[in-house]
């Protein structure tokens, strides 16, 4: 999927934010969009299981991650993150229910 997708995404992420070099996780264009094209997300057996926590990178996810902030901060946050700090937050600072305590985890529908 990355090969057939990767060019789409960089067209995509390059049209949202022109003037992106790198994120903070390091990535230029390419292989930022290349990982977002691949679709596959790894998870850490032994570590910490997070999307990203500014230390920890694509190491799983939980259910509480805030996936979009991460996301919006790696397109829009530049190298160190604190770039562009109106567009790096989407202001929903958590889940509408709390999640669950025990197996299936997610909140209860509305």
Do not use: C, H
């Amino acid at each position: 999927m990355g090969a057939t997708y990767q060019s789409a995404f960089q067209t995509k992420l390059l049209a949202l934010n022109p003037n992106y070099t790198t994120n903070a996780l390091g990535l230029d264009a390419a292989t930022f969009t290349g990982v977002l094209a691949t679709d596959v997300l790894g998870v850490s057996t032994t570590g910490t299981t997070t999307f990203f926590d500014g230390q920890n990178v694509l190491t799983g996810r939980n259910l509480a991650d805030d996936v979009i902030n991460v996301e919006l901060l790696l397109i829009f946050g530049g190298p160190t993150g604190g770039s562009n700090p109106q567009l790096t937050n989407d202001n929903v600072n958590s889940n509408d229910k709390p999640f669950l305590n025990s197996f299936p985890y997610l909140a209860t529908p509305w």
